[in-house]
């Protein structure tokens, strides 16, 4: 247990340099900073930069797609690469440029097929309606062997997956139980959560895309990932035979 006000020397990822970390919440999985960064980098997003420089040293070279990012050091970053970053606003049109993003409903993309080598999503599979769905649109907008890398919470407690909110036709939410919602940068009133996943997760991709995953789990205090839920997953599309 790390405690609050604690300051720690580390590198990190997202800045490339030696930094401080620091901790003013007991959550450190949204609160444990880098002080270097701008933006002040969390341990989700340390850790998902960290697997994607070791999947992908040259990351720099390639076609990434990002949905729903928030601003920060993580962003800037991404950027030095061939980088799309997109929002959803179901009032919009799909593929116009809204607020400066690309709309995008990641269950149904206007991309092409094959379109990147990387997609990235940081918390943002616990929010959608149809997750088979999103799966098989990133598949088919990556590229042979790329990756889908992302962060999403994951329940020890669970070993199934379970639905606990769902959107009907006109875009309403229902909740199975108890509503909650995320902060959401798109909309102040917050993204509802429809989704808890449990350790069957990388079983489901599977069944739904074919592609298989890898998990990444642990507490690397050398790069300020402490806390619970800092499972990055990384998906691989097969190349095709």
Known sequence: MLELGREFSGYCPICEAATVFVTYAPTYRD???????????IPRQRAL?????????????VDIHESSPSDGALQARLSEAR???TQYHPDAARGEVVAGYRNENLEAQTFGDESFDVVLTLDVLEHVNRPERVFAEVARTLRPSGRFIFTVPTYPSLQYTARVGEYDSDGRIHFLGESEFHDNP???AGAAVTFRYGYDLPALIFDWTGMETTVTRGQRLSIGVFGDMTEVYVSHKVDAC
């Open 31 to 41: 609160h444990l900073i880098c002080t270097r960064c701008p933006g002040f980098s």
């Open 49 to 61: 930069m960290d697997v994607l420089q070791r999947e992908l040293p040259e990351w720099r070279s």
């Open 83 to 85: 980088y799309v970053a």
């Open 186 to 188: 798109v909309d102040p």
